[in-house]
T-cell receptor, first 113, second 113 residues
């Protein structure tokens, strides 16, 4: 589990501000994912990446931007934060696509005031 | 689009009883079905998974069954213990080798001592 980390763990920001959540994994996993977790909605996929420089939208991508210039990093940026983006954000990685376990990071609790 | 329905949303059992959580999925092309356990304030962690070529899988007190014809799968926990109290998520793989998982809404299991 120590192989995938997220920072910051807690963040409070104001509406309209840009904020970036960081995700770093040390396993050289090909696939990385960003989810948000809200009560009653389970885990919803925001964006995912199959490899460096390859990203694709998930279920709820609006208002978010991702990049993946290096295999080990997958930052998530909220370009102009809104209150509806208050949530717990989890990053995950898997060795490859298909039927492989996703390993989750510890999460970032983001509050937008 | 792909959808996974999970029931019940909450489940309370006495210690030592069995617990069953059921999920249905919409896309017949799904072929990987993991179950994750999330303790309060922690990250989701894989507890068991099953692939489409297998009907049942057991690991000590937990088991998963899969009915591909009916497109549903279930998690069975026997001899429940207080430490089994957590939120459980089922998931189904999205079609194609995308690595994406579609998660159910989660079941909060409470095991009363």
């Amino acid at each position: 589990d120590a192989g995938i980390t997220q920072s910051p763990r807690y963040k409070i920001t104001e509406t309209g501000r840009q904020v970036t959540l960081m995700c770093h994994q040390t396993w050289s996993h090909s696939y990385m994912f960003w989810y948000r977790q809200d009560l009653g909605h389970g885990l919803r996929l925001i964006y995912y990446s199959a490899a460096a420089d390859i990203t694709d939208k998930g279920e709820v991508p609006d208002g978010y931007v991702v990049s993946r210039s290096k295999t080990e990093n997958f930052p998530l940026t909220l370009e102009s934060a809104t209150r509806s983006q208050t949530s717990v954000y989890f990053c995950a990685s898997s060795v490859q696509g298909g039927n492989y376990e996703q390993y989750f990071g510890p999460g970032t609790r983001l509050t937008v005031t | 689009g792909e959808n996974v329905e999970q029931h019940p949303s909450t489940l309370s059992v006495q210690e030592g009883d069995s617990a069953v959580i059921k999920c249905t999925y919409s896309d017949s092309a799904s072929n990987y079905f993991p179950w994750y356990k999330q303790e309060l304030g922690k990250r989701p962690q894989l507890i068991i998974d099953i692939r489409s070529n297998v009907g049942e899988k057991k690991d000590q007190r937990i088991a998963v069954t899969l009915n591909k014809t009916a497109k549903h799968f279930s998690l069975h926990i026997t001899e429940t213990q207080p430490e089994d109290s957590a939120v459980y998520f089922c998931a189904a793989s999205a079609p194609g080798n995308t690595g994406k998982l579609i998660f159910g809404q989660g079941t909060t299991l409470q095991v009363k001592p």
